[in-house]
């Protein structure tokens, strides 16, 4: 995954296959942020073990500076979960339309 290349007319070919693209943007949607939400989890949990610097030294926390590096060098989530779409290991499944009109008189 070195590029973040994305054809669309391959994206379309593999989508018409399936139904509609928008269906899979909202599910690539939902699937991003959760990658994002476990992202951001195991980064403070990492940044958690740190101890701070006070803010008006010159200190550099060199500790703190690698993980942020690491975290850096992760794809983005978005990315993330076009891959597992194409890669077909995300599933979704839509909810089926109910009819909620009722006739009172």
Do not use: C, H, W
């Not at 994206?11 to 476990?38: C, L, P, T």
């Amino acid at each position: 995954m070195a590029k973040y290349v994305v054809n669309p007319v391959k994206v379309r070919m593999k989508e018409s296959s399936k139904g509609s693209i928008y269906q899979s943007i909202v599910a690539m949607g939902f699937r991003s942020r959760q990658i994002n939400d476990y992202i951001k989890q195991e980064l403070n949990e990492r940044m958690a073990d740190i101890v701070p610097t006070p803010d008006d030294s010159d200190t550099v926390n060199f500790d703190q500076i690698s993980i942020s590096r690491e975290f850096d060098r992760i794809p983005k989530p978005t990315f993330l979960a076009m891959k597992e779409i194409f890669d077909e290991k995300l599933k979704f499944v839509l909810p089926e339309k109910t009819n909620t009109t009722t006739n009172e008189d």
